[in-house]
């Protein structure tokens, strides 16, 4: 699946990737390929993700949200 993760700033990271994990406000929750549509708040902590050659990033974020549609994931972070 493709991600975008944005600040009002900039984009801080754009890429293929085979899992995101993420600070939702009621709890963290992970993404796999071919997610159903989503939409859903975030709040302060880490989003990980694991890039096609398996490795892990970590991005903190102050809050944000999430959309997820058709394969592409779209952080709008704080």
Same mark, same amino acid.
């Not at 493709?2 to 600040?7: A, F, G, R």
């Not at 880490?46 to 952080?75: H, P, S």
């Given at each position: 699946?493709? @991600?975008?993760?944005?600040? +009002?700033?900039?984009? %801080?990271?754009?890429?293929?990737?085979?899992?995101?994990?993420?600070?939702? %406000?009621?709890?963290? !929750?992970?993404?796999?390929?071919?997610?159903? +549509?989503?939409?859903?708040?975030?709040? #302060?902590?880490? @989003?990980?993700?694991?890039?096609? #050659?398996?490795? %892990?990033? !970590? !991005?903190?974020?102050?809050?944000?949200? @999430?959309?997820?549609?058709?394969? #592409?994931?779209?952080?709008?972070?704080?």
């Amino acid at each position: 699946m493709n @991600i975008e993760i944005t600040t +009002p700033d900039k984009t %801080i990271f754009e890429g293929e990737v085979n899992l995101v994990q993420l600070p939702g %406000i009621d709890g963290s !929750f992970e993404l796999l390929d071919n997610h159903a +549509p989503l939409i859903s708040a975030l709040k #302060k902590g880490k @989003i990980k993700i694991k890039d096609k #050659k398996r490795n %892990i990033r !970590f !991005f903190e974020i102050n809050g944000g949200i @999430i959309e997820v549609l058709k394969n #592409k994931v779209l952080v709008l972070a704080e």
